[in-house]
Nanobody, 115 residues
Framework: QVQLVESGGGLVQAGGSLRLSCAVS????????IDWHRQAPGKQRELVAT???????DYADFVKGRFTISRDNAKNMVYLQMNSLKPGDTAVYYC?????????WGQGTQVTVSS
């Protein structure tokens, strides 16, 4: 059973920065893609960023140039650096991955951006 624990959320003013962390309970070196998703109140969950085992990254258009996803396989950690935050970035952010055909989600961390 894989466990994901997110941290680093909080309240920040527009234009500010936050760094989210995702601690994974198994070795991330054997896991292909690890993602960050978000869900705002009343909206569907959406993909924010993905990172592969070899470090290839992909971003949703609405965060390109502002967010950076990274992973540290030695520490079994995945990060999301969020800069130039906007009120529209307010959401619960979730870490997500697939392992051996099963899908895993963290409990989420709240990010609130005030105007």
């Amino acid at each position: 059973q894989v466990q994901l624990v997110e941290s680093g959320g909080g309240l920040v003013q527009a234009g500010g920065s936050l760094r989210l962390s995702c601690a994974v309970s198994v070795s991330t070196s054997s896991i292909d893609a690890i993602d960050w998703h978000r869900q705002a109140p009343g909206k569907q969950r959406e993909l924010v960023a993905t990172i592969s085992t070899v470090g290839r990254t992909d971003y949703a258009d609405f965060v390109k140039g502002r967010f950076t996803i990274s992973r540290d396989n030695a520490k079994n950690m995945v990060y999301l650096q969020m800069n130039s935050l906007k009120p529209g970035d307010t959401a619960v952010y979730y870490c997500h991955l697939h392992d051996w055909g099963s899908e895993y989600w963290g409990q989420g961390t709240q990010v609130t951006v005030s105007s």
